[in-house]
């Protein structure tokens, strides 16, 4: 079964940090692009980031750059999201996905353009 579960998300107060991770099963990181999108309550899916699987170059999208930091560990089939100097704005439901192209999980996330993506994991940032 091909599948993402996110894990590590919770209450971190304003400017903290927290580490989410995302372990894939059913196929390998050679496969697909792998990414971490959001989406807070009442808004739309908002994309983070994305590791290209044929070279492993990252991209971010402007809210989060030099914020946050994905990597991968390729032995463990594991994404992580390492987030730092956490703002109010970024409460929401943290996700990753996997995709033909990072452009997917970058820009108007539509889960249909997605091969496969995880529940979620909630990330509260409290004042």
């Known amino acids: 079964e091909v599948q993402l579960v996110e894990s590590g998300g919770g209450l971190v107060q304003a400017g903290g940090s927290l580490r989410l991770s995302c372990v894939a099963s059913?196929?390998?990181?050679?496969?697909?692009?792998i990414g971490w999108f959001r989406q807070a309550p009442g808004k739309e899916r908002e994309g983070l980031s994305c590791?290209?699987?044929?070279?492993?170059?990252?991209y971010y999208t402007d809210s989060v750059k030099g914020r946050f930091t994905m990597s991968s560990d390729n032995a463990k089939n594991t994404v992580y999201l390492q987030m730092n100097s956490l703002k109010l704005e970024d409460t929401a439901v943290y996700y990753c996905?996997?995709?033909?192209?990072?452009?997917?999980?970058?820009?108007?996330?539509?889960?249909?353009?997605?091969?496969?993506w995880g529940q979620g994991t909630l990330v509260t940032v409290s004042s």
């Open positions: 996905g996997a995709a033909a192209f990072c452009s997917y999980l970058l820009t108007s996330i539509t889960k249909g353009y997605l091969e496969v």
């Open positions: 059913g196929f390998t990181f050679d496969d697909y692009n």
């Open positions: 590791i290209e699987s044929s070279d492993g170059s990252t």
